[in-house]
């Protein structure tokens, strides 16, 4: 099991920016692919972004294509999100999920396809 922890969050203007980092630690995420994920209050858990093992292959939410980039650092052993021209609609808490997979090409999408979660970190954008 891989331990992720985000930071990164906070209180933002629409149009602003912020840059969510996802920290592994118990393990290294080789062989994991890694996805950052969302819930608003009330809402169902669901998917923003997702990045292979090798991270030469990323897959975006509609919400958030153009807008968001997912990328990964093997180095850092870490993972990172660049929100720009944040809505009030992206408010919400955002996860950081990892799971190990068989194929460097595999990026996955779904809640339960996930087993390792951070705590999630606030990200709230004013109007």
């Known amino acids: 099991q891989v331990h992720l922890g985000e930071s990164g969050g906070g209180l933002v203007q629409a149009g602003g920016s912020l840059r969510l980092s996802c920290q592994a630690s118990g393990r290294t995420l080789r062989m994991y692919a890694i996805a950052w994920f969302r819930q608003a209050p009330g809402k169902e858990r669901e998917f923003v972004a997702a990045?292979?093992?090798?991270?030469?292959?990323?897959t975006y939410a509609d919400s958030v294509k153009d807008r968001f980039t997912i990328s990964r650092d093997h180095d850092k052993n870490a993972g990172s999100l660049q929100m720009n021209s944040l809505k009030p609609e992206d408010t919400a808490v955002y996860y950081c999920?990892?799971?190990?997979?068989?194929?460097?090409?595999?990026?996955?999408?779904?809640?339960?396809?996930?087993?390792?979660w951070g705590q999630g970190t606030q990200v709230t954008v004013s109007s």
């Open positions: 999920a990892g799971d190990r997979v068989k194929y460097r090409h595999e990026v996955k999408v779904a809640v339960s396809d996930y087993a390792d």
């Open positions: 990045i292979n093992w090798r991270g030469d292959k990323t």
